[in-house]
């Protein structure tokens, strides 16, 4: 069977575990999940408030109201300089969703799509819902996790489809530059039968400049679909909105196939959505301040633990340090043979929940998330470099 064959999100099945050990009253730090713990800004909150008062609780159009594709068409414009017109935007119920959409669509059977490690989670298994096979290129921390155009050309075969990544980059906060970009784009203009998804969910959470999207490039252009969404930047991960924007042939058909099995995103949250796209950016400014601040604290603390091995991540909300050093280490009772062995280990010892960097196609790792307080995180970093230490 399909199902069979899909892996469970590890991010999500250690969230889970979290919650049930703290509901049988153990005291765990969660930094396994990627969501910022600001709650939505008032003005988007009030929007939505005004949309039901509204009445839209009706069926709203499969693709999304106009205005919300309109106000995706001008931030477009406004933030990223790329012309896409409403009609070339389709709305669906999270970046989740579109990204399942455009794979689904483009994907046949047998197909390669090509993504680079670390990776997150859902990529691969999505592509292997459609029957597709994923091509992993690893880059690891002396990288700076990004892959190479050398890389990418001995990767690309006959059979090659797609390629889908993010930058900002979830699960490692990198992001690549627009020279970085324009050299990838330099390798697909050789290869015109390849789709490019721009997995661009982090864009606002950047803390060193203008963000780059590789569909400004006119080589490639009419091959890119922009994957995005307002969860991540205006904290807004349970209206469950995200959106693509990419050429005809592909928009009309995530049409169809979203009309077939969910139609249209939650009409309230579109209606907030659209306060959110055409809002006032100083409150994304300020949620981005308070995470770059905890970036700073996160690295700093680390950094300071004997063999952890981390970069300063330039944007997103995670560190993804390396952890080979603790690979056949052992506290008397516990040996550990793997970053999945470390996670555990920390949960059961230190009561902090992690994800191993495994599930991201990056086993030397674990992943930290610091989508919450200063507080937290420093509780956190204590007990992990407590229980480390008792590792020989």
């Keep these: 069977m399909r199902i069979q064959a899909l892996a469970v999100s590890e991010t999500l099945a250690m969230a889970a575990k979290s919650r049930e050990l703290k509901s049988r009253g153990i005291d765990i730090i969660d930094l396994s999940l990627g969501e910022p713990d600001f709650n939505t800004p008032d003005a988007i909150k009030e929007a939505g408030i005004r949309a039901i008062q509204e009445n839209f609780s009706h069926y709203p159009p499969v693709s999304g109201y106009s205005d919300l594709r309109t106000a995706i068409s001008g931030k477009l414009k406004r933030d990223n300089n790329l012309d896409y017109s409403p009609d070339q935007i389709v709305v669906s119920s999270g970046a989740k969703q579109s990204i399942a959409n455009v794979?689904?669509?483009?994907?046949?059977?047998?197909?390669?799509?090509?993504?680079?490690?670390?990776?997150?989670?859902?990529?691969?298994?999505?592509?292997?819902?459609?029957?597709?096979?994923?091509?992993?290129?690893?880059?690891?921390?002396?990288?700076?996790?990004?892959?190479?155009?050398?890389?990418?050309?001995?990767?690309?075969?006959?059979?090659?489809?797609?390629?889908?990544?993010?930058?900002?980059?979830?699960?490692?906060?990198?992001?690549?530059?627009?020279?970085?970009?324009?050299?990838?784009?330099?390798?697909?203009?050789?290869?015109?039968?390849?789709?490019?998804?721009?997995?661009?969910?982090?864009?606002?959470?950047?803390y060193e400049g203008t963000h780059e999207s590789i569909a400004q490039f006119e080589s490639v252009r009419d091959r890119v679909v922009i994957i995005n969404?307002?969860?991540?930047?205006?904290?807004?991960?349970?209206?469950?909105?995200?959106y693509m924007a990419g050429p005809m042939w592909i928009v009309k058909a995530c049409t169809k196939l979203q009309g077939q099995y969910t139609s249209g995103s939650c009409s309230v949250a579109q209606k907030a959505s659209v306060a959110a796209l055409n809002g006032d950016p100083a409150e994304i400014n300020k949620m981005v301040t308070e995470f770059k601040n905890r970036r700073d604290l996160v690295v700093k603390r680390l950094s300071a633990i004997p063999g952890v091995k981390t970069n300063n991540p330039p944007g997103a909300f995670y560190v993804l340090p390396d952890v080979t050093f603790f690979i056949g280490k052992s506290d008397g009772k516990t040996t550990i043979t793997s970053s999945n062995d470390l996670v555990m280990?920390?949960?059961?010892?230190?009561?902090?929940?992690?994800?191993?960097?495994?599930?991201?196609?990056?086993?030397?790792?674990?992943?930290?998330?610091?989508?919450?307080?200063?507080?937290?995180?420093?509780?956190?970093?204590?007990?992990?470099?407590?229980?480390?230490?008792?590792?020989?």
Excluded at 231 to 241: D, N, V
Aim: aromatic content about 10%; glycine content about 8%.
């Design 103 to 206: 794979i689904l669509c483009a994907v046949d059977p047998g197909d390669e799509v090509i993504i680079p490690a670390p990776y997150w989670v859902s990529y691969p298994e999505i592509i292997k819902l459609a029957g597709g096979i994923p091509v992993v290129v690893s880059a690891g921390l002396n990288q700076n996790f990004k892959i190479s155009p050398a890389q990418l050309e001995s990767a690309i075969t006959h059979k090659t489809r797609a390629f889908l990544f993010s930058s900002p980059s979830n699960p490692t906060g990198e992001i690549y530059s627009k020279e970085e970009l324009k050299a990838l784009a330099d390798v697909f203009a050789r290869h015109p039968q390849i789709l490019i998804l721009s997995d661009e969910i982090y864009e606002y959470i950047n």
């Design 229 to 242: 969404g307002v969860s991540k930047g205006y904290a807004m991960t349970g209206w469950r909105i995200g």
């Design 345 to 392: 280990y920390l949960l059961n010892e230190a009561n902090v929940a992690l994800v191993s960097g495994a599930a991201f196609g990056a086993p030397e790792c674990i992943r930290i998330s610091y989508s919450t307080s200063v507080d937290i995180l420093n509780q956190g970093i204590d007990r992990m470099a407590h229980a480390l230490s008792r590792l020989s």
